[in-house]
Each structure stands twice: as structure tokens, then as C-alpha cells.
């Protein structure tokens, strides 16, 4: 009996594994599939290197989604710009400097942020952010793409410094007790033995809030203006990939290729998030090998 119920269990995780990978399969073979009709009426070397979106127009329509790719990854790099710094100092912190009691009131705080919805996030940085930045810059509005890189950088805080914190907690107490029995300060210690043996953990927590940040929708739609011209600078307005399907899919009239270009957009991020979250994946396991 007791072999059965181990055998059962057994079973049960490895049909939930081969589940995930079936849906996820699923997903990719549905945006293939459906974008195909697309490419039959678009040249892809203008899908992917065009600077000019405007499926509606009378005259030619064009369907360049480069603008769109420059602003995700410019409101993504301002919001690991903030991140990064802010959250591996956090963790840190957490993991060699607060006590027992500041970590026991700062970790759910920092976890909150990570349920705090994007609708929200978004509404306040209409309402808050964004006329900060407004007013400190001089402009008619502060929805652009610093807006959205700040709203982004607090929405993948949690994850970079929950992941950061644990991988610093795995570093070896003899890596401690060694540098501080050479002479090391705490501080010295922590900059110079610690950061490092956690690095490859640090580096995945960070390419883990690139996910976050890069496939987040909601947020950047409400607070970045989008705009799909070319963006010249983080003061200007922006429109991401996930801000284009979210704002025309509901719109856009069905079997058209406007539409099927839109499943070509939701294609395209789904292999940048994919490899994003593959490459996070390899270094942590990397980093797990070497402990």
C-alpha cells in the first residue's frame, strides 16, 4: 500500500509537469498558427524592421512593430536601471544588516508590493507620478516612458529582492568567516565575498523582474501615453507590445490581417519573455551546481 500511494504521487507531479509543458506548447503552437495568415499578407522584414505602425491607413497600410520593440526595451532598461540598484541593496540589507525585527516587518511589506494590482500601479501613476514628472521637467503631461519605467521598477522590486536575499543566504558561513578572520570588515565582506559568490542567483533575480517588467501591460498602458511614433528619449510617450495588443484587440475586426498582426506581436513577445526566462533559468541552475 505504502509503495502504491508513492507510486500514485509519483504519477500525480509527473502528468503536472507534463500538463504545464503541454499548455505551454499549446500557447505557442495557437500564436504560430494564427499568425501565419498574417505573413502571408505582410513582408517580415517590414513586420520586424519598420518603424511605421499604422494598420488602419486607407492608403497602405504598414505594420512595423520596431518603435513598439524600442519602447519595451527602453521602459524595461529605466526600470532595471531602478531596480537593480534599490533591490540588491535591499536584499543585502535583509540578509546581513537588519535584525530580526526589521526583517520581520520589512519581507511583508516588500511581498504586498507583488500582490499590489497593475490597474492600480497604473492609476497612480496618472495620478501621482506623472504629474511629478511633469512638473520637474517642464512637459504638458507626465505620461511617458519615465513613468512607466518607475511604475515598472517598484512592480519587479519584490521579485528581485526576494531572489536576491535567498541567494545571498546560500553563500557558505565559511566564505563569512574566512574573509572576516583575514581582517575583512563586515562591510568589506559583504561588497567583496559575499555579492560575488551569490552573483549568478543575483544575475537570474534580476533577468526574472526583466520578465516581470517586460511582459506587464496594464501599467504601461495607463501611464506611458501610448504613442507608436519612434520615442526619442524617456520623456517621451511610448507604446509597448503588450500596450498594442491590449488597446486594439478589442477593436480590431476579426480574420482581418490587422488582426492576425496582432497574434504576430503577441508571437514575437512571447519568444523574448521565453528566452528571458530561459536564460534566468540556466544561470540559476548554474549558480545551484557550483554551491
Not at 500511494?5 to 495557437?30: D, H, P, R, T, Y
Not at 536601471?81 to 520581520?104: H, K, M, Q
Not at 504629474?131 to 522590486?157: D, E, R, T, Y
Amino acid at each position: 500500500m505504502a509503495k502504491f500511494k508513492e507510486k500514485a504521487i509519483q504519477w500525480f507531479f509527473f502528468l503536472n509537469g507534463v500538463f504545464v509543458v503541454i499548455v505551454l506548447l499549446g500557447i505557442f503552437a495557437l500564436l504560430i498558427f494564427t499568425s501565419i495568415p498574417a505573413f502571408k499578407e505582410i513582408d517580415l522584414r517590414e513586420f520586424l524592421f519598420s518603424k511605421n505602425w499604422n494598420p488602419t491607413s486607407y492608403v497602405r497600410p504598414s505594420y512595423g512593430i520596431v518603435s513598439m520593440l524600442i519602447s519595451t526595451f527602453m521602459v524595461t532598461l529605466g526600470a532595471l536601471l531602478i531596480a537593480v540598484p534599490l533591490g540588491i541593496g535591499t536584499a543585502a540589507y535583509l540578509s546581513d544588516v537588519a535584525t530580526s525585527r526589521v526583517r520581520e516587518i520589512a519581507k511583508p511589506i516588500i511581498e504586498i508590493l507583488a500582490g499590489i494590482p497593475s490597474v492600480v500601479m497604473g492609476f497612480l501613476g496618472i495620478v501621482l507620478v506623472g504629474p511629478l514628472i511633469a512638473k520637474i521637467f517642464n512637459l504638458h503631461n507626465g505620461l511617458n516612458a519615465l513613468n512607466g519605467s518607475i511604475l515598472l521598477a517598484v512592480m519587479a522590486l519584490p521579485t528581485i529582492i526576494s531572489l536576491s536575499e535567498d541567494a545571498l543566504k546560500s553563500v557558505p558561513q565559511s566564505y563569512q568567516q574566512a574573509s572576516l578572520a583575514l581582517g575583512a570588515s563586515h562591510w568589506q565582506t559583504l561588497i567583496r565575498v559575499k555579492i560575488p559568490a551569490a552573483l549568478s542567483g543575483i544575475i537570474a533575480a534580476c533577468m526574472l523582474g526583466m520578465g516581470r517588467a517586460i511582459g506587464e501591460t496594464m501599467t504601461v498602458l495607463m501611464a506611458t501615453g501610448c504613442a507608436p511614433a519612434m520615442p526619442r528619449g524617456f520623456l517621451d510617450s511610448v507604446r509597448t507590445l503588450t500596450s498594442t495588443i491590449a488597446i486594439e484587440l478589442g477593436e480590431v475586426p476579426y480574420n482581418t490581417t490587422h488582426y492576425y498582426a496582432l497574434f504576430g506581436i503577441g508571437l514575437v513577445l512571447f519568444v523574448i519573455t521565453f528566452i528571458v526566462n530561459m536564460a534566468s533559468d540556466i544561470i540559476l541552475h548554474k549558480y545551484e551546481r557550483k554551491r
